[in-house]
């Protein structure tokens, strides 16, 4: 299968290309900086010159409070750039993935939201998501839309410099007093088992919208406190709200996707703890390679 990933040198693309650059696949990396998603006629060249069977998008505007100021580069980013994509999918036969985010919703329901849940969204950024699922729908009908929160990944993520682990893990080692918000609730989601999960679901022919996200639910404080007590670090941890870190970004205090489509075709997540372990744990390996000069192959991780 021939593969176009959008964004291949991002914190989720890096583990896509991981998982999906074996032997049966032909993956062609595309970066934000020599492609624009945003420009009809270059995505409809791109597509034309590789005539793809499958384009996985990760390309997104999602630095959250620049969105506020710049909703026009939002919309043109995150509905505009996937609108382009759908319609250059359709018109070649290819298989279109796209990720959008639980900032679709509003956080108000308190229990999981299921796929069928209205999407109302608190700001710009989760606006311009919502609009970018519209926009592909309308543009290609063979399509994969993959909602999904709280991702980490060996890569970090570019646009927030690193992850939550990273940045906690960091902090600890800097003996710092660590405040995290307790009332905004959420599943980390590993993203090395996100794309395998995206790459079963690709195998099928079950078109339509997912959520994909690990197993459970916690707080950012209890992310962060699992964190710690994995790694046996004692730090100066305390639990915070949301009014102690103005913004002006309003953000949804309940993120917890229901997985129930995800279920119903045979598919699964493992649960947040164990995804966590695992990360950890290849970050340990990671760090163990790099001082003795070894080389550290690809992580492949089975639930």
């Known amino acids: 299968m021939k593969i176009l990933l959008i964004g291949a040198n991002g914190q989720l693309g890096t583990d896509l290309f991981k998982v999906f650059n074996r032997a049966e696949?032909?993956?062609?990396?595309?970066?934000?900086?020599t492609h624009d998603v945003?420009?009809?006629?270059?995505?409809?060249?791109?597509?034309?010159?590789?005539?793809?069977?499958?384009?996985?998008?990760t390309a997104a505007f999602h630095k959250v409070e620049e969105c506020e100021k710049n909703p026009g580069l939002a919309f043109e980013v995150n509905a505009t750039g996937a609108f382009n994509l759908a319609r250059a999918s359709q018109r070649h036969g290819a298989i279109l993935v796209h990720f959008s985010s639980d900032y679709v919703f509003s956080g108000d329901k308190r229990s999981p939201y299921a796929e069928s849940d209205r999407p109302a969204p608190l700001n710009v950024y989760g606006a311009s998501k919502v609009a970018g699922e519209h926009l592909i729908a309308c543009g290609t009908s063979r399509f994969f839309l993959v909602r999904t929160t709280g991702l980490y990944g060996y890569a970090g993520s570019s646009g927030k410099g690193g992850n939550f682990v990273e940045n906690m893990l960091k902090k600890a080692s800097e003996r710092a007093s660590i405040r995290?918000?307790?009332?905004?609730?959420?599943?980390?989601?590993?993203?090395?088992?996100?794309?395998?999960t995206v790459s079963h679901l690709v195998e099928t022919d079950a078109f339509g919208l997912y959520h994909i996200t690990c197993e459970g639910e916690c707080s950012w404080y209890d992310f962060a406190r699992q964190i710690f007590a994995m790694q046996k670090l004692e730090v100066d941890l305390a639990p915070a709200t949301t009014r102690d870190f103005p913004s002006n970004v309003k953000r949804p205090p309940y993120s917890v996707l229901s997985k129930n489509r995800l279920h119903n075709i045979g598919l699964s997540m493992p649960f947040w703890q164990t995804s966590l372990e695992r990360y950890l744990h290849g970050r340990s390996h990671r760090a163990i390679l790099a001082v003795s000069g070894g080389t550290c192959p690809p992580t492949h991780l089975r639930r």
Do not use: G
């Not at 696949?25 to 900086?33: D, G, I, Q, T």
């Not at 945003?38 to 998008?57: M, R, T």
């Not at 609730?185 to 993203?191: F, V």
């Open 25 to 33: 696949n032909e993956v062609l990396p595309v970066l934000h900086s």
């Open 38 to 57: 945003c420009s009809a006629a270059q995505v409809e060249d791109l597509v034309d010159a590789h005539k793809p069977d499958l384009i996985i998008n």
């Open 180 to 196: 995290v918000v307790n009332d905004q609730t959420l599943t980390p989601t590993s993203t090395l088992e996100l794309a395998q």
